[in-house]
């Protein structure tokens, strides 16, 4: 059943995106940087660990979950170490997403060429 | 008369149509996608045992590569312009954004090309993902003790 509620709400949030791109002017970047904030807001309230424990990975793959990573590993550490856990612990749960793009995107630009 | 109401119709329904297609397409491929992180996740920890936050990590960085080969290959742009926003929320678009925006300017050079531009698309969600969260963090933690 979770594998139901991840293809709802993960295909919610991208027909949420898509709404936004048809209706308005904002562009792609517009979006992704929407939807972090965003999700950097639900977490403040705990509401967005509620819905990776509803929906799974669905909640995980949208670009809300990097917000909402952002700020669960700052007030983590900001629990052991106050204000300077704050600035420490922002990207320790999102380290991996980050590096990984990197580090990969770094590998395959040298390997391929742009197409054109 | 009857061909200018005609056109007035189709001209009211067809832009309207377009959206609702474009919003269905975007729901199923983002489901999709969701879908298969979830599958990921599910096989991760019930074959290999690894344990919920690890197997969601690992599920993150499959997508990314994914995404990542697909952008250098060339041909992730041609199913964005398809599957629209449902590549684009994703973690997959994150990704795609990074690669194609350092494969774009390999020709500049390591420095000034690669190096100056490769957050040209993913800075500006990296930089409101972190002052947003940085300032809700300060709220939460300073009125609502952490």
Redesign the interface.
Known sequence: MIFLYSFIFCGLVCLIGQIILDNTTFTPGHVTGLFVVIGAFLDSFGLYDKFIKWFGAGACVPITSFGHSLIHGALKAAEDKGLLGLLGGMFSLTSVGIVAAIVFGFILTMIFKARD | MNKERYKEITDRIVPKED?LK??I???????????I??????VLEKEFNVPNKDA??I???I???IA??C????FFDNLVSKA???L????T???H???SS???Y??EGLITG?GAN?FK??G???L???V???I??????LFFG?
């Open positions: 959206k474009n919003g397409t975007a729901f199923i491929i983002g489901g999709l996608i969701g879908l992180g979830e599958i990921i996740v599910f969601t990590s599920m993150i960085v997508l990314i590569f990542s080969v952008t250098a290959l060339g629209k926003a449902g684009i929320v994703p973690i678009g994150f990704a954004a990074m690669t350092m494969i774009d390999k020709k690669i490769a698309l993913t500006s969600v990296i409101y993902g972190v947003s969260a940085y809700f963090g300060t709220i939460r933690y952490g």
